[in-house]
């Protein structure tokens, strides 16, 4: 949903630079032939234009202001809060990979800590925190998004910098050690579709780490899949809990969230 507008954006900006520059470039070379020196002419002495000077500086001025404007309203819509009722999902990297944790029915998710980081805690969640009970973790390495659905994305790492770069969405966020960083997104067309737009049968959204974080940060990507509200439902369904020593569980009623949206 952002996507649009930043593309849009980009391109008044190209479209401003196009004809500006046809318009100099014409210019230039117009008055480097009407001015070219000839045997028997002499230059007429013309230092300054007070009005002339007043054009060309305020009619740019005006036009920056504008595009300043229209720039700082597109970035407080981007990154404003999430809504309230945004699906929460924490991406977590770590050198050289990414995991994602989603929050379950309470969609709240539970505290983690580095300290806490184990074999078998990879995320480092707390135990006894008990939104942490319904939190599922994504298998197969792939993330997957409800299509049309408000998502607020938590980032977190464990090592150093990284960058969660979402390229076709136009998002992209740092992962600092120590600190959660945040945006709020919306995807509005899904794996499927861009497929058949694209006309690649192949087409995958990604993942890309977009800070250079170590030798191996070449590898640093993970699949993403945009799904309609059905599909991604199923999917959910199929994920472990972020505790799997949890023998029973709460009733999973996020999928069943997603699907009445």
Not at 207 to 236: E, T
């Amino acid at each position: 949903k952002h996507g649009l507008l930043t593309d849009n954006y980009l391109n008044l900006n190209f479209a401003l630079i196009i004809v500006v520059f046809f318009i100099t470039q014409i210019l230039l070379f117009y008055f480097a032939y009407r001015y070219r020196h000839r045997k028997g002419e002499k230059a007429y002495y013309y230092p300054v234009n007070h009005k002339l000077e007043f054009i060309w500086t305020i009619v740019p001025a005006i036009v920056l202001f504008g595009l300043i404007i229209y720039g700082l309203k597109l970035w407080s819509d981007i990154t404003a809060p999430a809504p309230k009722n945004a699906m929460v999902i924490e991406v977590y990297g770590k050198q050289f990979d990414w995991s994602a944790r989603y929050a379950g029915a309470d969609n709240v998710l539970g505290r983690s800590n580095f300290k806490l980081i184990t074999d078998d805690n990879p995320l480092g969640v707390d135990v006894t925190d008990p939104h942490v009970k319904d939190d599922k973790v994504e298998i197969n390495k792939e993330i997957h998004f409800p299509v049309n659905t408000p998502i607020a994305m938590k980032f977190h790492s464990r090592d150093v910098i990284h960058s969660a770069y979402f390229p076709h969405l136009r998002t992209q966020m740092n992962c600092v050690p120590g600190m959660t960083t945040e945006f709020f997104m919306e995807t509005t067309i899904t794996t499927d579709s861009m497929r058949l737009i694209t006309g690649n049968p192949k087409f995958d959204y990604v993942l890309l780490c977009n800070k250079i974080c170590g030798v191996a940060h070449y590898s640093m990507h993970l699949k993403i899949v945009i799904d309609s509200q059905k599909d991604f439902m199923k999917w959910y369904k199929e994920q472990p809990y972020a505790l799997a020593s949890i023998e029973t569980a709460p009733i999973d009623s996020m999928a069943k969230k997603v699907a009445l949206k």
